[in-house]
């Protein structure tokens, strides 16, 4: 059987088990946290951990409200006092069984509000977002799978950073002359830049016709916290250059850093005067082929990796926190639809002369790779494979543009990010805040294209560069913790989008430079 198909049935199978095991087995909602009794009203936060860890949920503080069921609300107002009537319930939290039966009748995958005690006006509720119960039957259920899918991707990790770098320096230091380093840099620059800007306007378009964040019940307080500023983007370019290559090359975020470096040890190997210059192009080449072969060993256990991350991925998310947020979701997926099945294509036939038929046909194996990993990062050895062995471009073009493109060229994470601020913004406008003006939208769009560049290839990434641009525009950063809960099954498929781009600009770049072979029919 052909190894695409075989991946294909072990993902369908995965998708299924998921399912049966959603089905089946319970998973009551569990948020990690201990509370003690205090003599004032309300609650002590006494510890968070498992779910909740990532909110700002504040270790002594107390708390004496609760609402729950987000997304039910008609009013929308999470903050409302006595929410009752929308079918929000504000529930008093007086001694911690309160907070314990509450979160018993809350979903797995729900948010829960919880408010300050010692406003005397409701001023920041802070989200907790809730997981399964650890011992529960859906977690023993999931707990081998996630143990061998975990392996899996730590496996795809640890060949990302010896891959990128020995990948970009053999590739920019084969290059060798200036002249043909500069007119293959401008190029895949101008596609990278042009391929995501188009995506982003696509995003922007369908955002401002569909409006999905107009009326959607989210429940989230207008006065939430808005504004904190997290990394700007000037931070982020000087981040780029590395003060320390060693500590760079230990972490796996640190991926733009790795690349500067990596392109700038290529450049000056062919300034350097032989016998050197050959010496470490040979070295960084020969290191590079057996970093492939090593890939290649890991991809044999690919359709099992892939069934054991779906199991995790679909047993684990609940369909109940995609209710309120199933526009916003549609409004995404049917720009990335668009954006891959209608402009990449229409790039591939009149820029490249190819066909986007065959050539999807034979990108397959990546994109299941980026769907179920939901990283191009994790994803890149096998993308390297896929476009050299099946789609026939040269390891010169492919080693120069795929490495880079799985950092900095990500098509489905800018229109992601484009999409997802202003359905914010839209849902803060119909609370009363201010609707975003044009040019900010065109700032949402400048940012989407900064964001899509900074963001490292690796899951969940597009959502964390979210808080910048939310930050810029002084909207409340718990949007995004909300959004957070249906981050997964978008992530999978922008991290498609992203991968297949990559691929059609080293198609692309591929013709241009007559280095590809004639697809075969495959
Ligand atoms: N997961 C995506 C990728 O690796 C990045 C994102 O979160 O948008 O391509």
Not at 6 to 17: D, S
Not at 27 to 47: F, H, M, N, R, Y
Not at 107 to 128: K, M, R, Y
Not at 502 to 510: F, K, L, P, Y
Request: some cysteine; aromatic content about 8%; proline content about 5%.
């Amino acid at each position: 059987m052909q190894a695409h198909w075989k991946v294909l049935l072990w993902m369908a199978g995965g998708l299924i088990v998921g399912l049966i095991m959603q089905w089946k087995l319970e998973a009551p909602a569990w948020s990690g946290s201990t509370w003690k009794a205090t003599d004032q009203t309300g609650i002590e936060l006494v510890s968070v951990e498992g779910p909740s860890a990532k909110s700002k949920l504040e270790v002594g503080r107390v708390y004496d409200r609760l609402i729950v069921d987000r997304g039910k609300s008609a009013s929308g107002g999470a903050a409302d006092e006595g929410g009752e009537g929308g079918g929000e319930r504000t529930i008093a939290l007086r001694t911690p069984a309160d907070f314990v039966d509450a979160q018993a009748q809350a979903v797995n995958g729900q948010v829960l509000w919880l408010v300050l005690a010692s406003d005397e006006q409701v001023t920041q509720p802070v989200a907790l977002a809730l997981g399964m119960e650890p011992d529960c039957p859906r977690a023993r259920g999931i707990y081998w799978f996630a143990f061998a899918a975990d392996i899996f991707m730590a496996l795809l990790k640890m060949l990302i950073v010896p891959l990128v770098l020995s990948s970009i320096v053999s590739g920019v230091a084969s290059v060798g002359a200036l002249k043909d380093l500069r007119r293959l840099g401008v190029k895949t620059f101008a596609y990278y830049m042009g391929t995501s800007l188009l995506a982003i306007i696509l995003g922007q378009v369908l955002v401002n016709v569909i409006r999905p964040g107009e009326g959607a019940q989210l429940g989230l307080s207008p006065s939430a916290n808005a504004g904190e500023r997290s990394e700007n983007f000037i931070e982020i370019l000087k981040r780029m250059v590395p003060d320390n290559v060693p500590t760079a090359l230990t972490s796996n975020g640190a991926m733009l850093q790795i690349i500067f470096f990596a392109l700038l040890l290529g450049y000056f190997i062919t300034r350097t005067a032989e016998p050197h210059s050959s010496r470490i192009r040979n070295l960084f080449e020969s290191f590079f082929q057996v970093m492939m072969r090593m890939a290649e060993g890991v991809l044999a256990l690919l359709p099992y990796g892939v069934f054991a991350l779906l199991v995790k991925v679909v047993a684990s998310t609940g369909v109940e926190p995609f209710k309120a947020l199933l526009l916003y979701m549609a409004t995404v997926a049917l720009a990335l639809i668009l954006h891959a099945g209608l402009t990449l294509p229409l790039v591939l036939k009149f820029v490249g002369r190819i066909s986007p038929v065959a050539w999807f046909r034979a990108m397959s194996p990546a994109l299941m790779t980026a769907f179920s990993t939901s990283s191009s990062s994790m994803t890149l050895p096998v993308t390297l494979r896929t476009v050299e062995e099946r789609g026939k471009v040269s390891n010169k073009v492919t080693s120069f543009t795929l490495p880079l493109g799985a950092t900095i060229n990500m098509d489905g994470t800018a229109l992601y990010e484009c999409i997802g601020v202003i359905f914010l913004a839209q849902y803060y406008a119909t609370l009363g805040g201010d609707p975003l003006s044009l040019s900010s939208q065109a700032l949402v769009v400048l940012m989407a294209l900064l964001a899509s560049v900074g963001a490292a290839g690796i899951p969940s990434a597009g959502l964390v560069m979210m808080l910048t641009i939310l930050s810029a525009l002084n909207l409340p950063l718990e949007g995004a913790a909300l959004l957070l809960a249906v981050d997964r099954p978008l992530d999978m498929m922008r991290t498609v989008v992203n991968v297949w781009s990559d691929s059609c600009g080293a198609a692309v770049i591929g013709k241009s430079e007559g280095e590809m072979e004639p697809l075969e029919a495959l």
